[in-house]
């Protein structure tokens, strides 16, 4: 009896393997199809698109008066707003940097 088990047990095992082979199958499909899905990625360039500056941010419209949220650059005149960097305005067109008053620290 315990040769007849020996003798499943193999057979059994044997056709373990030959349940794996089928899974290889359908990676040959996919090596096929990556050709094709490169094809529209060479002539596609990923290109962010650009959002603008947003000017109308930089103003609060009060009723019939408009304030500026930000100050203008000094050098390049009204028109061109200073970016806020926290502890200081600085201007996008010719660089000038204007540090905020530091106010006393209590
Ligand atoms: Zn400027």
Do not use: Q, W
């Amino acid at each position: 009896m315990s040769k007849k088990e020996k003798a499943e047990n193999p057979a059994k095992e044997t056709k373990e393997p030959k349940e794996e082979k089928p899974i290889e199958a359908p990676e040959a499909p996919t090596e096929a199809e990556a050709p094709v899905a490169k094809k529209p990625a060479k002539g596609k360039i990923k290109r962010k698109k650009r959002i603008g500056k947003k000017i109308y941010t930089l103003y609060k419209i009060d009723g019939e008066t408009i304030t500026r949220v930000r100050p203008f650059c000094e050098r390049c005149g009204p028109g061109y707003f200073m970016a806020d960097h926290g502890n200081r305005f600085a201007c996008g067109h010719c660089g000038f940097t204007r540090y905020k008053v530091a106010e006393p620290a209590e």
